[in-house]
């Protein structure tokens, strides 16, 4: 089981910057912070995509839309992810999430509210 908690959505202008945080728990981030995590995000309309990750060994990856933009970063004591979002476009927006690493998030059965980000022309 796992429990995600979102937050640090709200409405930016573009090129505005926002930090979310995800705090994670259960039995499924027992290993945090070595159980691979990402954010993911779900415009309207479109279906769910990765945006920035960490790899069990530590290792960052990012979609290519928000690389150079973004900064994925966590506190292990606080078992808490965030994504710095500089740059911020209006494609940006919607409503992003954290869940465990993987490239098939459809597959996955367990989700968090997620954070609405709405970005502004």
């Known amino acids: 089981q796992m429990q995600l908690a979102e937050s640090g959505g709200g409405v930016v202008q573009t090129g505005g910057s926002l930090k979310l945080g995800c705090v994670v728990s259960?039995?499924?981030?027992?290993?945090?912070?070595?159980?691979?995590v990402a954010w993911y995000r779900q415009a309207p309309g479109k279906q769910r995509e990765l945006v920035a990750g960490f790899e069990g060994s530590g290792h960052t990856l990012y979609a290519d839309s928000v690389k150079g933009r973004f900064t994925i970063s966590k506190d292990n004591a606080e078992k808490t992810v965030y994504p710095q979002m500089n740059s911020l476009k209006p494609g940006d927006t919607g409503v992003y999430y954290c869940?465990?690493?993987?490239?098939?998030?459809?597959?996955?059965?367990?989700w968090g509210h997620g954070t609405l980000v709405t970005v502004s022309p």
């Open positions: 259960g039995s499924s981030f027992a290993t945090f912070p070595f159980t691979p």
């Open positions: 869940n465990t690493l993987t490239r098939t998030p459809d597959e996955l059965t367990v």
